[in-house]
């Protein structure tokens, strides 16, 4: 079944498709690390203020704000994120990174379009609803401590109802849509570690205190965290991403670095892994006599959808594309500062399906990443059907 407020979102989207990939592509050409989005921002600002929007700059950074009134109602908002990664784009197109070791590679550029595309839409059609339609424009997401706290400290949630927003998703097809209630993307802590032994002739070991021995103790003993410590029925990782000690074959290393990842969505678990993470890391150095110096940087909160709100999302995607393109999300890893706004306001999180099987095939961060762009049209429309269904059906 189709209803007929859907319809009217696919024709607008539909019509003015082709500015919305040239948006896309604009920014895909000239993509802004996190915390830098400065040009980004003035992009999205100009043109929200060209749609006749009430816009505020530099919210928690470099966040743009846009608010869409029209008389009394409730207020839902929608948000994308703009920043892009520390990569070099490898792909060969017309619309590749203009800058050097700068990349679109997660589709934030295709959020930001999409939402800009929203923006304008629901300005055009104020028939449909009533009440405040706030659009965010969040900065840094891929870097904790991100965007999202900072614009909500800064009050861009003030008032707010409801919250959306989508990640476009190439593990998922092209015309798809992925919902799930309650936990979706995992809680992320991240550490950063010096040890210090001693170092000395590569011959006498006895006189030093060898930091590549400790530092691969260490990668082994933290593989029991998840194996042995935490239950089996929790979803956790331990990840070592960087080892590095020594520099040459007859020198005792006088120091290792070790930088990692660890996940979890039970907040119980996440203490138990931060307990036992640090518990091997100062018994092994005390073994061997060593010092350390640990930075463990907690990160965002594991991602949690409200069980109504996720309801509603599959009951709109269902009205917009049929029940047969709405499918159930799995759990997964990656975290997302989205997770922040879940904690201050009901909404939910929602992936769109962005594979095609050709150039869009790789998987997130890759160089070659890029994505299928008519997924724009099946975001775009699922924002406008969620915001209209939230406001005129609170
Ligand atoms: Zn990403
Ligand atoms: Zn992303």
Redo the contacts with the bound molecule.
Sequence with gaps: MINTTASVWKEALASRYEETVAWRRHLHRHPEVSYEERQTALFVAEKLESFGLEVTAGVGGHGVVGSLKNGAGPVVALRA?MDALAIQDEKACEYASTVPGVMHA???DAHTATLLSVARAMAEHREEWSGEVRFVFQPA??VSPGGAQAMIKEGALQGVDRMYGV?LWTPIPSGMVAVRPGPMMAAVDDFFLTVYGRGGHGGMPHLCTDAVVIGAQLVQQWQTIVSRSVSPLQPAVVSVGALQAGSTQNVIADRAVLKGTIRSFDPAARELLRVRFETILQHTCAMHGAEYELEYRVGYPALVNHESEAERVRRVAAGCFGAERVQEADMLMPA?DFAYYMKEVPGCFVLVGAGNGEAASYP?HHPRFDIDEPAMLTAGELLAGLACDALMNP
């Design positions: 994120d997660c589709g934030h997401e891929e990640h997302e997130h």
